[in-house]
């Protein structure tokens, strides 16, 4: 089993910047792609951003492409997203995913594990 426990969400006016964590306990993180994913009021959870285990190749939706960086630091179990330039369609819950392949899935269902979410609003 893998605890997931996203932290950073909040309000934020649109321009500004987040920085989402989600802190892992559990198996070995390094042996885990990360992934963030959001969900809109009335809409599906879509995929934001995902890290792969070993070096760490990153991947990301085109609405989020230039604006967020995902990263990771195994040392802390921890993966981060940094959301710059944030717009009013970027409000939803954030969620945070670990699955057991080496390269980060695009698709929710090739995630094992899942956290709470944390709210995301940005005003415009």
């Known amino acids: 089993q893998v605890q997931l426990v996203e932290s950073g969400g909040g309000l934020v006016q649109a321009g500004g910047s987040l920085r989402l964590s989600c802190a892992t306990s559990?198996?070995?993180?390094?042996?885990?792609?990360m992934g963030w994913f959001r969900q809109a009021p009335g809409k599906e959870r879509e995929f934001v951003a995902g890290?792969?285990?070993?070096?760490?190749?990153?991947v990301y939706a085109d609405s989020v492409k230039g604006r967020f960086t995902i990263s990771r630091d195994n040392a802390k179990n921890t993966v981060f997203l940094q959301m710059n330039s944030l717009k009013s369609e970027d409000t939803a819950v954030y969620y945070c995913?670990?699955?057991?392949?080496?390269?980060?899935?695009?698709?929710?269902?090739?995630?094992?594990?899942w956290g709470q979410g944390t709210q995301v609003t940005v005003s415009s």
């Open positions: 995913a670990a699955s057991d392949v080496f390269y980060a899935a695009k698709t929710s269902n090739m995630y094992d594990y």
């Open positions: 559990g198996r070995t993180f390094s042996n885990y792609a």
């Open positions: 890290i792969s285990r070993g070096s760490g190749v990153t």
